[in-house]
């Protein structure tokens, strides 16, 4: 296998996928105007398929854990061995610790959301680690994404709670009748601030994978054996680093966006 | 227990670092796409890239006031 391919070329369709995409895609505006070469087309492609494989293993892992939960009297007592719905325990106890701190009380409202990006991204993130795999989060495309997610869910839970004070807030943050005066001021700086958010959160999750995946496949080619075991673990501990960060930060973005006392 | 809220200080701080320098960069594109709808070049740049840093400036203003409050006070953790 060269660098260039994965598993995925095994699949049957792939290469009418990639086809298709060639035929239909690569003369559009946006890659004429060189702000993205032809050739990352690909790479995205690769990405998106990494992506729904995610999905896919998530949904299946989910419906064994609920089947095994529907099953009570065997969930009582927790199983010696390790079993998949021991894995969904502690991910979603460490989920909810991280977000009972951060929001506090209300956290239980958020958990379906945080969980959700939380799994997809760990699942996303750890893929990668297996040699002829790519993970969805090497791409700025997936990372963007879940941040603009997270934008949007804590903007519209900010309107829930703030009304129309959440948008008032960014012109007038003081909450004076002379702030309006200061309002042309202060409306680009929120408003720049408002939009870092996400573009922050999709940087540093996409720097960070890149990076460590790139460490990793330069010492395995220079020797594959035992070589890139060291930096084997270290990506482990980046992924599961990174996916506590983004949590974390979505949950003190929504905190920051829905407590009360914050306007 | 200390060394959570350690860690959880650490990426707080790294991210408002990361957000200083988009806010930065965020507002110079603003202001560059401006100058290229409007005609204003240079000062579309300018100003946008002044927002950008008045905007970075007020989120580690906004930080470091809640931090010192934090441990000035010697309450528990806060979202900053």
């Given at each position: 296998?060269d660098?260039?391919s994965s ?11 990639l086809g ?11 890659f ?11 790479e995205t492609?690769?990405?998106i ?18 089947a095994?939960l ?6 009582l007592?927790?199983s010696?061995k390790?079993?998949i719905?021991?894995i ?22 958020y958990v379906p ?20 795999f790519?993970?969805?989060t090497n791409?700025l495309n997936t990372?963007?994404g879940c941040?603009?997610?997270v ?9 829930r709670t703030?009304g ?5 807030h960014?012109?007038n943050?003081?909450?004076?009748w002379?702030?309006?005066f200061?309002?042309p001021l ?7 601030g408002?939009?870092?958010r996400?573009?922050s ?9 890149i990076?460590?995946?790139k460490v990793?496949?330069?010492f395995a080619?220079?020797?594959p ?5 060291p930096f084997y673990f270290l990506?482990?501990l980046?992924s599961?680093?990174?996916?506590v960060v983004?949590c974390?930060?979505?949950?003190v ?6 407590q009360?006392d914050?306007h | 227990?200390?060394y959570?809220k350690a ?8 991210a408002v670092g990361l957000?200083?320098?988009l806010?930065i960069g965020i507002?110079?594109?603003?202001g560059y796409?401006l100058?290229?709808?409007f ?8 100003i ?10 007020k989120r580690?203003?906004t930080f470091v006031?809640t ?6 006070d010697?309450?528990?953790?806060q979202d900053y």
């Open positions: 296998m660098h260039h598993w995925f070329h095994l699949l049957p369709f792939y290469d009418r996928l298709f995409f060639q035929n239909n895609f690569s003369e559009s505006v946006i004429r105007s060189g702000l993205f070469p032809k050739e990352r087309i690909f492609v690769h990405h398929i990494a992506a729904l494989l995610v999905v896919i293993i998530l949904a299946i892992l989910s419906l064994m854990a609920n095994r529907k099953q009570i009297e065997k969930c007592v927790p010696p390790i079993t719905l021991n969904f325990e502690v991910f979603v106890q460490v989920v909810i610790s991280i977000m009972k701190d951060t929001i506090g009380a209300d956290y239980r409202r959301m945080v969980g959700t990006l939380a799994l997809f991204i760990l699942v996303s993130n750890l893929i990668g680690l297996i040699p002829g790519i993970s969805p791409n990372t963007i941040g603009l997610l934008f949007i869910y804590f903007n519209i839970h900010g309107f703030h129309i004070g959440h948008l008032t960014l012109a943050p003081m909450g004076t002379w702030g309006w200061l309002a202060f409306l680009p700086i929120e408003l720049i408002l939009c870092v996400p573009l959160l999709g940087i540093r999750l996409a720097g960070n994978m990076g460590d995946h990793l496949f330069a080619g220079l020797m054996f035992l070589l890139p075991l990506g482990l980046v599961l680093i990174q996916t983004f974390l930060l979505t949950c973005y929504i905190s920051l966006h829905t009360e914050s | 227990m200390k959570k860690f959880r200080t650490y990426i707080k701080t790294s957000e200083f320098g806010s507002g110079a594109i603003l796409f100058d290229k709808h005609h204003i070049s240079p000062y579309g740049l300018i946008g890239t002044l927002f950008g840093m008045a905007a970075g400036t580690l203003w006031k931090y010192a409050k934090k441990n000035g010697n309450e528990d953790d």
